[in-house]
């Protein structure tokens, strides 16, 4: 059904998924990604380690990278405090098309911005265009080998704040050794590893948390 894995996935929310229910969402995408065919969603198990740091953390801004077909962003923006917002960014506009329909799907679309576009474009122009000061949490999700280089310029471009927390998925597979090695080397950030698993897999992967020191 559908050209592509995430036109796939669209069609089993539309078809399995309660209008509006993002849990619904959320467990039919895992239920599917299980079961059916893999897909690089941060899953089940990572997702719980996500949620406690949302839950935790209770941002009014929060950033993520890599959208893909809207799971985290659901699962993120059904967390969320009343008047906080997700601006979430996606490279593939194959992608963020899908996302965007998941997104509405499970009704959290007023919580959730998504932009398109490559982060290095974005990341400059984030103040300006959101009316933004900084973010109070970014969950790193997309190209493996950005995650630093994007993390150094957040800094340069003002979107941290003491105490801004950095949650990396995928830090162990596909791997992001630079970036582990730069916010566990750093005197700037206070680094913790959630040891997990690969989405769907019992492959090891884990979820680095950061907390920028200023
Ligand atoms: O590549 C992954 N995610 C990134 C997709 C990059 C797209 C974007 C680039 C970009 C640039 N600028 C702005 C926005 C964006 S979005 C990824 C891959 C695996 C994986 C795949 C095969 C495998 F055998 C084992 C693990 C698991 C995961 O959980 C992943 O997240
Ligand atoms: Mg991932």
């Not at 949620?51 to 077909?69: F, N, Q, W």
């Not at 906080?84 to 009704?107: C, D, H, K, Y």
């Not at 949490?137 to 941290?160: A, I, N, Q, R, S």
Request: charged share 25%; proline share 5%.
């Amino acid at each position: 059904y559908g050209s592509t894995r995430p036109e796939r996935i669209l069609a089993e929310v539309k078809s399995k998924a309660t209008r509006g229910d993002a849990r619904s969402v959320v467990d039919t995408i895992d239920q599917y990604c299980r079961h059916q065919e893999w897909a690089m969603n941060v899953g089940d198990e990572k997702g719980t380690i996500l949620d406690s740091i949302v839950c935790e953390v209770k941002p009014r801004a929060m950033l993520e990278l890599g959208t893909y077909c809207g799971y985290s962003a659901v699962r993120i923006a059904s967390l969320l405090p009343p008047n906080s917002r997700l601006i979430t960014m996606e490279f593939n506009p194959v992608f963020a098309a899908i996302a965007r329909q998941v997104i509405a799907w499970a009704g959290v679309e007023d919580k959730v911005v998504l932009i398109e576009g490559p982060s290095g474009d974005w990341i400059p122009k984030m103040k300006k265009e959101f009316g933004l000061t900084s973010f109070d949490l970014v969950f790193l999700d997309h190209w493996k080998d950005c995650y630093l280089p994007d993390t150094k310029l957040m800094e340069e471009c003002g979107l941290l704040r003491t105490g801004s927390i950095l949650v990396a998925d995928n830090v162990i597979c596909p791997g992001a050794p630079d970036y582990l090695e730069y916010v566990r080397g750093s005197p700037r950030y206070e680094s913790k590893y959630f040891r997990s698993h690969l989405e769907y897999t019992r492959v090891e992967d884990g979820i680095e948390k950061s907390v920028f020191l200023g």
